[in-house]
């Protein structure tokens, strides 16, 4: 409200003068030049009002709930506000709302805006099927810690595509938001710190390109006026980084995780462990860093994360609601881990380093007690280390095991990851195994039927979707894109984009799918250039398949509202494929470069040979 509308006070003079000039300024400005609908991922209800735009004064403050979570989600706005801007941003938890301020309000989990209250990251142990239940912890804490400082809480079964109802009646849950611009101020609110932080993404992108520049620039911070109401269609949305092919430093991990939050996704899978490096320290067997991740594909350095490097890792992500989810590939893709520790390989004999990109001859000894001990030395010290729920077990292109020896296997690991107190997930070739309570199959196949995966979900397992030919962001754009491959096709953004996650396998009903993961292996991939030359401009469109109503779905619309992201992305210093089939604005001048050449030692070798994940029959 105005300050003269305010009850029980009179305004001073110069309050008066402040609120008549920004009238007259408001009367007299160009309309708000980003649309209320032009966000990615777009919104399930958006409700324009063009006499609502509301312009950033010099003196914006940020008001919040006084909440230490939801006090941190307005830090990190104020953060992001102030380097393009100049302006100073305090944060403030009194909880006045004078004009023209930015206001983060945690409300109450009353049916009016919160829905159910926020619970375990997708229902874990102890969970309740409403998504209430003890929390996943923080850095290393157990069951019991407090939700909001474990990243994201969501329920267990996506959200369906409903009418919502009247405006101000919706359930928001565990990750919606309320955004309501008006002409004098501007009001976020949500059930939870992760609803308030995926609604200051929203925020971020209404405004100017500008806003993302590092440096002060000379602009009219406007938001266009509207309400946005908005909430996840499903519940886990992700994307992987495979550091076991090429090594990553901590620095480029988190930039990715950056580019997860700014699309409200909220898992980051790192694949941690493959046949050319090992990339976690475990204390109980200290070789698999130091001999284990001294490899890469063609013969680099390698590298490995200490427990120090991984929980910074996990604190960031958690800041940003993204929850991490660590793989250990098991029992194949493991050359490394049996050059370090040679008495866990059939033969007894410690293989040579492997820095090439075939896929399929490795893979630990299941007859041997040996190896189930060293299993649960590193399944143990993983899980002690990430609060999140999830353990990731691999399990795909065990070539060399007979199908029954794998099954008893993949049972008896998901006793030990059961053992942790983390719920298992695995690559869909675990499908046949028993299954384990709460089990999760990450499907990456490239046809619309499977039988056993769809016979898994019968028996209770949930899948995430990452089909191959649609989600593998390893794959070329095009026949000349410099990088990638191209064994399950060429996937521009309108491919991407062009898939339903709740109708996409035979068998599955909607219900079992918890979401959408969006892998990016690295055989071909050598630097964060490279990195966000395949994520983007596809990463977006996956996100929007994540959180998205269906019925929002649209190709053209989609592909007009991604242009205005390229400005945004040059001003970050991110690198991006400038896709054909995208309308980007002009591009500027100094945009950041991007790969240009192949890597011979790579990509050749993976073109004869396939990549990690190539079509092969379940096992």
């Not at 910074?312 to 958690?318: C, D, I, L, N, P």
């Not at 990851?417 to 089990?439: D, L």
């Not at 089909?467 to 096709?489: E, R």
Request: with cysteine; net charge negative.
């Amino acid at each position: 409200m105005a300050p003269a509308d305010l009850p029980g006070r009179q305004p001073a003079a110069g309050e008066l003068a402040r609120a008549a000039a920004r009238a007259a300024g408001d009367r007299l400005a160009p309309p708000a030049p980003v649309r209320l609908g032009d966000v990615v991922p777009a919104p399930e209800r958006v409700e324009p009002d063009p006499a609502a735009d509301f312009t950033l004064p010099a003196d914006v403050v940020v008001r919040v709930h006084p909440d230490p979570a939801a006090r941190d989600v307005a830090e990190q706005l104020a953060t992001l506000l102030r380097p393009a801007t100049g302006y100073p941003v305090p944060v403030t938890d009194t909880l006045a709302d004078p004009a023209g301020g930015l206001t983060l309000t945690l409300a109450g989990t009353g049916p009016d805006i919160a829905g159910p209250a926020a619970g375990p990251d997708i229902a874990g142990p102890g969970a309740r099927a409403d998504g209430t239940g003890p929390g996943t912890g923080t850095d290393g804490a157990g069951p019991g810690a407090r939700a909001d400082s474990s990243g994201p809480g969501v329920a267990p079964a996506p959200v369906a595509d409903p009418d919502p109802g009247p405006a101000g009646t919706e359930p928001l849950g565990a990750e919606g938001y309320r955004l309501d611009v008006r002409s004098d101020g501007v009001r976020l609110t949500a059930a939870t710190p992760a609803g308030l932080f995926h609604g200051v993404q929203t925020l971020r992108q209404l405004l100017p390109a500008a806003i993302e520049s590092p440096a002060p620039v000379a602009e009219r911070w406007t938001l266009p006026g509207g309400t946005i109401v908005d909430r996840p269609r499903f519940p886990y949305r992700g994307a992987m980084l495979d550091v076991a092919r090429h090594f990553f430093a901590v620095a480029d991990v988190l930039r990715v995780v950056d580019h997860l939050a700014r699309y409200k996704l909220n898992h980051l899978h790192l694949h941690l462990t493959d046949d050319q490096g090992w990339r976690i320290a475990v204390d109980a067997r200290p070789r698999l860093a130091t001999v284990g991740g001294a490899t890469e594909v063609g013969g680099g350095p390698g590298g490995c994360y200490t427990a120090a490097d991984y929980r910074r890792v996990v604190r960031y992500a958690a800041r940003q609601h993204v929850t991490v989810v660590p793989e250990i590939d098991l029992p194949g893709h493991t050359n490394a881990a049996l050059t370090a520790y040679p008495e866990l390989a059939p033969e007894r004999l410690a293989p040579p380093p492997y820095t090439g990109t075939e896929v399929g001859f490795s893979y630990l000894d299941p007859a041997d007690e040996r190896t189930y001990a060293f299993v649960a030395d590193v399944l143990g010290e993983v899980a002690a280390r990430t609060p999140g729920p999830y353990l990731h077990i691999g399990g795909d292109e065990v070539f060399k095991v007979p199908a029954d020896v794998y099954a008893r296997f993949v049972e008896r690991v998901q006793g030990i990851v059961a053992s942790t107190g983390k719920i298992v997930v695995g690559w869909h070739q675990i499908a046949p195994a028993g299954h384990a309570e709460g089990r999760i199959l990450q499907w990456w196949g490239t046809q619309g039927d499977d039988p056993v995966a769809a016979e898994a979900v019968r028996r209770g397992a949930r899948l995430i979707l990452s089909p191959a030919n649609h989600a593998y962001l390893d794959m070329k754009y095009a026949p000349d894109t410099p990088i990638g491959h191209d064994w399950a096709g060429l996937i521009d953004v309108a491919r991407a984009y062009d898939w339903d996650p709740g109708t996409h396998l035979d068998g599955v009903p909607a219900e079992a799918v918890l979401g959408v993961e969006a892998p990016l292996w690295t055989e071909s991939v050598t630097s964060l250039a490279e990195i966000e030359f395949m994520l983007l401009p596809r990463l977006p469109a996956v996100a929007e398949l994540g959180w998205s109503p269906r019925r929002t779905h649209d190709w053209p619309a989609f592909r007009d509202r991604l242009a205005g992201h390229g400005p945004r992305w040059s001003g970050a210093g991110i690198a991006f494929h400038r896709a054909p089939e995208i309308p980007w604005p002009a591009e500027p001048q100094d945009a950041p470069p991007i790969p240009t050449q192949p890597h011979p030692d790579t990509t050749a070798g993976a073109a004869q040979t396939g990549t990690d994940h190539a079509p092969t029959p379940p096992r």
